[in-house]
Structure formats: structure tokens, C-alpha cells
Nanobody, 123 residues
Framework: VQLQASGGGLVQAGGSLRLSCVVS????????MGWFRQAPGKELEFVAY????????YYADSVKGRFTISRDNAKNTVYLQMNSLQPEDTAVYYC?????????????????WGQGTLVTVSS
């Protein structure tokens, strides 16, 4: 199973970005999906999670109301729409997948990871 994340970049505070993560080598519809991020000098932290379709979603408190996770099973892709971005959102963002997880906000529960995409928010 391979995950390819994209869509990062440089954006001003208040702006928006949409991250994508394409999954190949498996049956996408059978995976639960998560987004995590790691800021410079900090630990990897949970951002958002989506179950298999129809897809219940869960968010970190820090992004709730600003970020939206979604999935398109026909395109083998999970998205993270990020609005009202702030400098503290600056991080490398990673997508992760597994057939099931015990704790959706725990990185160790996911077997498959993408390479990360850098999001930089300027003030």
C-alpha cells in the first residue's frame, strides 16, 4: 500500500489550502484514514480522521470548524480542506491509513503512511 500526499505550499494567514492523499496498492474503501502533522521541533499530532464510507469524521480541537476531511472512494483519495489557516498550522502534514484503528488519534495505530507535504502559513 502506498500513500502519496500533495497540495502543500506557502499561504498567508487567513488563507486556504486543500491537501490530497492518493492511496494505491490496496482497496481504498476498506481503509480508515487519518491526517497528522508535525511542526518543527514538535511531536507528531493528530489532525483529522474519517471512517469508511459513509465516513464519520473526527477532528483535533485546534482545527475543528476550520478543517474538513473527506474521501472519494472512486478516486482512492482522501482530502483535507484547510480554511482560516494560521501560522501555528505550519507543519509537515502526513496522511495515514489502516483497515482499523483502536485509537484514531494515535499515530502508532496506523500501518501505512504517506511521505508528507509541507504547509507554511505566513503572518
Amino acid at each position: 500500500v502506498q500513500l502519496q500526499a500533495s497540495g502543500g505550499g506557502l499561504v498567508q494567514a487567513g488563507g486556504s489550502l486543500r491537501l490530497s492523499c492518493v492511496v494505491s496498492g490496496g482497496t481504498f474503501s476498506t481503509y480508515v484514514m487519518g491526517w497528522f502533522r508535525q511542526a518543527p521541533g514538535k511531536e507528531l499530532e493528530f489532525v483529522a480522521y474519517i471512517t469508511r464510507s459513509p465516513g464519520s469524521t473526527y477532528y483535533a480541537d485546534s482545527v475543528k470548524g476550520r478543517f474538513t476531511i473527506s474521501r472519494d472512494n472512486a478516486k482512492n483519495t482522501v482530502y483535507l480542506q484547510m480554511n482560516s489557516l494560521q501560522p501555528e498550522d505550519t507543519a509537515v502534514y502526513y496522511c495515514a491509513a489502516d483497515y482499523t484503528v483502536r485509537l484514531y488519534n494515535r499515530p502508532a495505530d496506523y500501518d501505512y503512511w504517506g511521505q508528507g507535504t509541507l504547509v507554511t502559513v505566513s503572518s
